[in-house]
DNA sequence: GCAATGACGCTCT
DNA sequence: CAGAGCGCCATTG
């Protein structure tokens, strides 16, 4: 059951960083992902998040993508829901339905924790 | 064991 | 910020 078991565990740590992010604050899948182990595998932690047991009081909905949005996996609806929710913590939206990012996110971005960059294929790398 | 998919991120344009 | 392209890894078929 080495699988069961690594799943639920890599699951696990996903719902306890979930679970540390504080009231009225959200957390980017990169951030929850560093948190989580899953250091700069933001899909795992989706994919994690899309597989959590409703039994958990998981308020996946703080845990946003980068452009500081709610994810809908099927129904579109509970994402206003969801938006709803976060209003009610002091969260903000947009006219677009988007997070302050800049104001909300629960941890200052952990840039230099950036472990590497993408290859540069343009080779204009040294702009920034 | 391999192939395809996925609640994304990062960088550049 | 938005759009396009590429990449990483885990889970499922």
Do not use: C
């Not at 979930?18 to 933001?42: D, F, M, N, S």
């Not at 971005?109 to 702009?127: D, F, I, T, Y």
């Amino acid at each position: 059951m080495k699988t069961a078991s690594n799943r639920s565990d890599s699951y696990a740590r996903i719902y306890a960083v979930v679970g540390e992010i504080p009231r009225a604050k959200v957390a980017t899948y990169g951030q929850v992902a560093e948190l989580a182990g899953l250091a700069g595998h933001a899909r795992q932690v989706g994919y994690a998040l899309a597989a959590t047991p409703d039994d958990l009081d998981i308020a996946w909905q703080r845990v946003v993508n980068a452009k500081g949005e709610i994810s809908a996996r099927v129904d579109p609806l509970m994402e206003g829901l969801q938006r709803s929710l976060l209003e009610a913590e002091g969260v903000v939206f947009d006219a677009n339905g988007r997070i302050d990012l800049a104001r909300y996110r629960g941890q200052p971005r952990l840039q230099s924790l950036r472990p590497k960059r993408r290859a540069p294929s343009k080779g204009k790398e040294g702009k920034r």
